[in-house]
């Protein structure tokens, strides 16, 4: 059953709760990985369709200067909201929000050169709900285990999380 586009972040923590963790409050990479994908399977209303870009993931890793340049690792939903004013404009954008769940980890040396890896994301993808979306996190999930710095940031325990529902434009 779909859920609002509103109601997001409080869906993925419903997950994340039924495999007994706590939103801000993760601890193991691998659990908070399977909630996320059992997230992207869940339908949205109130967005664009897939010919526009309207439910798209990402996987994002680094150092910002938010979490205190701490390495990191989120975990992105991005839907597109449709609004129906305005859409006769056309320079009509819709807007785009973010459901995240970014964790943070404490230094290591196994990851002490994170930045200084060629990609910092994988790339938004759209593909659309069901089996080719769990195939594409299936290439994601290859991609991030083929960096030594990633595998292990993986393998370690995050020091806090945060889940959150953001505009992003």
Known sequence: MPIPWQAGADAFARILRRRGVEPDAVRDVEVAWQAFCEFLQVGVEGIEGPDDDGDGFIVQWGRWDWNGDRPALSFGRRLAVSAAHGRDDPAWQPEYWHVELQLVFAEDPAWVDL???????????????????????GEIRSLLTSYPQLAALWQAEPLRSDLALECAG
């Open 115 to 137: 930045g200084s890896l060629a990609r910092q994301d994988t790339g938004f993808r759209f593909d659309g709900i069901g089996g080719s979306r769990a195939t594409a996190l």
